[in-house]
Every structure is written in C-alpha cells, then in structure tokens.
C-alpha cells in the first residue's frame, strides 16, 4: 500500500472524532450554563402579608414547604427548602388578630431552607393552602372542650343555632353619656364576638359573618369625631376615630354589640412609676425600640408561663422563670406597653422581678427573700472565718481624717475591724478582712483626688470725685489831712494790710469775710471827695475748684475648690488705752474685706459665693477723740463659667456741705447786706467698684 493512500483512507475517521469533540463540549456547556442559571433562579420569598387569622407568604417559584408545632402551642415554624429569604430579615410585627409577630431566619441543617417563626396570640389549628404560587396559613383558634362557636354550630346544621345567630347588622345607634359615649351594634340575632385593637386616637371593630344593612348616623356627638365602616374580607370593619384623651371597651350582650367610651386616659397607667427599684427596667440602646413597643393580649383562662415567653420575644429580653411560678390569668389588654403589662402580671401574682443586663428573673417574693438572705449569711459566715488583716493606706491629696469620717459613715468595715490615721505621713492603719479592705481601697481610689484650683483676680476701682465754691467780700476805707502822698489813717482798726492791686494805698480791713483761697480779682473803689482825703477799698475773691481721681489696685489670690479666699485692703487706726498695767496703743481695721468661696461644677461652671466688707474711719466723728468706723457689707451668691467676671458695685459715699459766714444784723439787709457775708459749698463723692474673675487652674 502507498503511503499517501493510507493517509486519504484515515481522513473520514478524523472528522468523526472532531464532529464528537465539538458535541462533548457543547453538552458540556449547556450543562454548566443551566446548572449556573438555575442557581440564579433559586426561588425567593418576595412578599408576607399579615391578615386576620391568616398569612399569605408570596414565593417566585415552587413552594415546597414543612410546618412544625413545638411544644409551645403559642409558635409555629415552617420552612421552605431551597427558597430565599429576599428582603425579609428583620422581625415582623402584627396588628392583626390571631398573629403576634414572625421571625423570618436562614438554616442550613438538615437542609438548606429559609424558616418562618410565627408567634400566635393563642394555641391555635393551622390549615394550609396554596394557590398560584402563594402559601395561605389559616389560622383557626382552639375552643375549650364543651364550647363550640356560632360557625361550628351552623356547619353542623343545629336549626336552632343557625336561627339564634345574627346573620345583619339591622341598627347602629350613638349617644353621648356622663364620661363619654356609647355606640351600639344591633343584628338581628346573637351577635358574634368581634377582634378590636387600637391605633392612636383610632379603634378598629371587625365583626365576622355579618352583612350590614343599618345606615351610620351623621349627627356625630362628642367624644366621637367620625364614625365609618366598610365590608373586608367577608366581615363588617367599623373605624371609630375618638377624641384625644378617651378609650373604648367593646363588648357583646345578645344581639348587640356595645362601645363604651370613656375619658379614663390609658396613659395615666404607663406614667405610674414603680412601686420599688427593681421595678423600673433599664433603657439600653439595642431595646430603646422595644421598650416601648405596644401589645395587644387577649387570654381567658391561660397558663401566665407562655405569656411571660411572649413578653420576652416582645421586648428583646432573656427570661429565666422560677419554678414555683405559675397560675392561670384571664386578661385583655388592647395596645399598652409590654412593661406595664408585665408589671400588672407580676401584680396579680405577688412576683417579683429582677433585671441583671439583658436578663429578667421572673421568681415569688418569698424566693428573692431566701437568696438575699443566704448572701448576707454567707457574707458574715465568710467574715468571720477570714484572717484579719493590717494594710496602711497613704492619702496622698484628701484630708486623711475627713477620709476616715467618711469610711465609718459608710460602715464598710467588718465588726472585727478598726482603724488609725497618722497625719504626719498622711496614713490610715486599718486592721480589717480582706473582703473589707478592698472596700475601702474602693472608696479611697474614688475620694482621694487632686482638689481643683481656682485663681480669683480681684480689681478693685476707687472713683473720687471733689467740687468747691467760695464767694466772699473784703472791703474798708482810709483818710488823710493833707496830700496825697501824706500819711493815710485806715479807718479799719489797724494798719496791718497789704497792698491792693491798682492803687498804692494799704489794704485797710473794716469788713473782712473773703474766700480762704487766693483772691481771684481785687479793686479799688477810689477816693470820695476831690480833696482826695477819703478813699474807700473792696476787695471781692472766688474760688471754684473741681478734682476727680482714680485708684485702681489688682490684687490676685490662689485657692482650692470649696475653700475661701481673703484680700484685705486698707488701714489700721490706732488708739490709746489706760489700765493698770499702764497705756497701750491697740488698733482697729479700717479696711475693705473681701471673701471669696468658689465651687467648681462638673461642666467647669463656678459657683462663688462672695462677701464684701467696708470699713471706713469717719474723722468727722469722734468720740473721746478717736473717729467713729462706717460699715458697709455685701453678700451674694453667683454661677460664672471659667474666665468671666463678676462687678460688685454700689459702694458709694456722698458728702455735701453748703456753709455761709457774715457779719450778725447788717447781713440782712437786702443788696447792701450781700458786701457783709460769705458762702462756700463742698460736694465730695466717692464710688468703688470691685471685678472679680475666677480661672480655673488644673
């Protein structure tokens, strides 16, 4: 055989092998692309709609599904295998009837598969359905052994059941009574009993298997402000819309239906405080929601253990219940808070609650008793089989005695114990059980800081202001026998004058009242005849004087909190006493005192508590010769922040003088007696002003 022969017959069998190579690998990828796609496609839950009595959980795909009851008869749980949870994580809460809340969550054992958690509002029978991919969860309420309800009867076809139930609403009526309102239902038979809750100002009536055929009256009186009502989901849905402050109780009675409504404002109870400090649960940041979420309870003779669970899914806290609880509880409660609904449980039943984090310890008096008592047993137990034990504490800021005042008030040591302190080395002995040293180190470390310090800037301003007047009149006359630069006789009483500005005779003084001061102005009247031989002088002199002055001083002192601070500032007058033992020479304080306290807050605010003091000696009156001593005093009470300052004012002294001097009889005289007197008038004042700014110095 050639060689090229062989190799033309092998080309058919090389293109089958690649026609299979090339379909392997589309099957391959067609494969891994619907395993990729169908992983996309996994179905998701994408909608839960809480309704009366039931739940409607929307699924984009198969549903396959798994109900299991627990032993709680309160909870129900189905799983759905294979389905997302979408966008439902967080928990659901219901204003339905029949339906607490749902608790959506992921497992993964024993199978993949998100899993719905349904709290019920009491044991009930679940019947599901399922129609064009929506899961129905009916919800159907147990009734007692005995007790059969109006649909039951009717299914089992009792004639006399089916006549007696009311199948319309033939009447609504409303009236207005002495605390509020009443609105009444009327069928035209038993009426069935109806799902109330309540939603701020509103109250929602759902009453099942009913048709209406009454018309609402439109003449609405107070407290009602609108009354409507519509047909949903095969029952009569009244929305009663009240006035601020009341709440309704609806209940039925035959073949009426009653709505009592009353101004007994429900909040009066959530503000009532507890009774002691184990009552009042703490707010925590992860249940500030919870704390104040409102619940709806409804139970007729029910176990009070599967309603203390339900609180505890409620309001976000663990429970631990005791043993010795239990009883049954009849109670029904529309939208209050959980605590108070827990606080009316625990009432009724004499219990008691401890909150320890996130925990609430559910447990009788008698049991909370016995523990506190076996710790304070256990305690002294302990106490008295410890060694005694001696430490020294060293004080290194606070009063070491103050410290020990505040260890015996605070009863932190054991009977066995005492203590010493030693001043000198600021150091307290204390020979106790080591449980209570360590007590005491507590308390040390908490006391024993550095005092806060304050820097207190004082200025101190002195205003003086002086004014003076003078007004006065000298005047007299002279005369000679012969020329004029002859000998000239005043007429005066004597000779001894000085020389008058303007003329060259002496300064005779017949009448001399002028001013103290140096004369401001001087004249001579002339001489009176022609011979020049009778002259007469006047001298008229003023003075106006005006003085202000200013005294600034700065003094500045450093204290600690709480403790006072003193600047002084002023004189020392001294005066003589005689005894036996001789003279002596005391002094008394005429001075400006200031004391200053300041008290520093926690947000750096200083409290000052300030008394000023003036002590000024008053020369003008004396008695036995030593000046009497003026008295002025302030004290207040003042809150600054750090660096501001504080002014002290009103520490004013006036003084004013208006003095007249002149010659008794021809002073009075009109004009003419104006040349025979003298005036001069005095004002004085004098003002100070005290700053005061305090800085905190760490």
């Known amino acids: 055989m050639k060689k090229g022969s062989s190799v033309k017959n092998l080309k058919p069998y090389f293109s089958i092998l690649l026609s299979f190579t090339m379909l392997l690998a589309f099957c391959i990828s067609a494969y891994a692309g619907d395993a990729g796609e169908s992983k996309v496609k996994q179905p998701e839950i994408t909608g839960i709609e809480i309704l009366d009595y039931a739940v409607k959980v929307k699924i984009d795909g198969p549903i396959t599904y798994k109900i299991y009851r627990p032993e709680d008869p309160f909870r129900m749980i189905v799983d759905f295998e294979g389905t997302g949870l979408g966008k439902f994580h967080e928990k659901i809460f219901s204003n339905k009837a029949g339906i607490t809340d749902i608790t959506p969550a992921r497992i993964e054992t024993p199978a993949p598969a998100s899993r ?10 679940v019947i599901p359905e399922v129609t064009s991919g929506v899961l129905t969860l009916n919800i159907k309420e147990n009734t007692k052994p005995g007790e059969e309800s109006a649909a039951a009867v009717k299914e089992n076809g009792d004639p006399k059941a089916e006549e007696d139930a009311a199948g319309e609403i033939t009447k609504v009526t409303l009236s207005k009574t002495g605390e509020g309102g009443e609105l009444i239902i009327k069928g035209d038979g038993t009426m069935p009993d109806p799902s109330v809750f309540e939603l701020d100002n509103k109250v929602v009536i759902d009453v099942p298997g009913v048709a209406m055929k009454a018309i609402i009256p439109s003449n609405l009186k107070s407290p009602f402000k609108e009354v409507n009502c519509r047909i949903e989901d095969g029952k009569i849905r009244f929305v009663l819309e009240l006035e601020s402050g009341f709440e309704a109780e609806v209940f039925a009675l035959g073949d009426e239906l009653f709505v009592d409504v009353s101004g007994k404002v429900l909040s009066k109870s959530k503000g009532q405080a507890a009774d002691t400090s184990q009552s009042v649960l703490p707010k925590k940041d992860e249940n500030e929601k919870e704390s104040s979420k409102l619940i709806s309870l409804d139970f007729q003779d029910a176990d009070i253990i599967p309603i203390l669970r339900l609180l505890s899914d409620v309001s976000g806290y663990n429970i631990v219940i005791h043993p010795d609880v239990k009883g049954k509880i009849t109670m029904k409660l529309i939208n209050v808070p959980w605590e108070q609904a827990l606080d009316l449980i625990l ?18 008096l008698k049991v909370f008793q016995d523990e506190k008592k076996a710790v304070a047993e256990t305690k ?30 605070a009863k932190l040591l054991s009977p066995r114990g005492n203590i010493s302190t030693d001043p000198r080395t600021r150091s307290m002995i204390i020979k106790d059980v080591p449980s209570s040293l360590s007590e005491v180190q507590k308390l040390i470390d908490t006391l024993d800081k550095p005092t806060t310090q ?18 006065g ?82 003094p500045k002192i450093m204290t600690v909190d709480n403790e006072k601070a003193v600047i002084r500032q002023g004189k020392r007058i001294p005066y003589s006493t005689v005894s036996q033992s001789g003279t002596q020479v005391q002094f008394v304080d005429a001075s400006l005192d200031l004391i200053v306290t300041p008290q520093v807050g926690p947000d750096k605010t200083i409290l000052l508590s300030i008394q000023a003091n003036k002590n000024e000696a008053d020369f003008s009156n004396k008695s036995q010769g030593l000046p009497s001593i003026n008295t002025s005093e302030a004290t207040t009470q003042v809150l600054v922040k750090d660096g501001e300052t504080v002014v002290i004012g009103g520490i004013l002294k006036s003084t004013e003088q208006d003095n007249e001097a002149n010659v008794p009889g021809i002073s009075k005289i009109p004009i003419l007696g104006r040349l025979f007197k003298r005036n001069f008038k005095t004002v004085e004042s004098t003002e100070q002003l005290i700053f005061i700014t305090p800085k905190i110095v760490q």
Not at 116 to 124: D, G, K
Not at 384 to 401: G, H, P, R
Not at 522 to 528: E, I, N, Q, R, S
């Open 116 to 125: 719905l958690n349904i709290l019920l509002q009491s044991p009930s029978t």
């Open 347 to 364: 009432r009724t039943f004499n219990l008691e609650k401890v909150v320890e984090g996130n925990v609430i310890r559910v447990a009788t």
């Open 380 to 409: 002294d137990v302990f106490g008295k089989a410890e060694d005694i034990v001696t430490k020294v504490f060293v004080v290194n800021y606070a009063n070491v005695d103050k410290i020990k005042d505040s260890i015996d008030k």
């Open 454 to 471: 304050v820097l207190i800037e004082a200025r101190i301003v002195e205003v003086n202001t002086n004014y003076s007047k003078e007004l």
């Open 473 to 554: 009149v000298e005047w007299g006359g002279h005369w000679s026998n012969g020329p004029l630069d002859s000998v000239r006789t005043p007429i005066a009483g004597s000779i001894s004058g000085s020389s008058i500005s303007g003329g060259n005779a002496l300064n005779p003084t017949l009448v001399s009242l002028g001013s103290t001061g140096a004369p401001t102005g001087a004249f001579t009247m002339g001489f009176l005849n022609a011979a020049q031989t009778f002259g007469l002088d006047l001298r008229i002199s003023a003075l106006e004087s005006n003085g202000k002055g200013k005294v600034v001083s700065t």
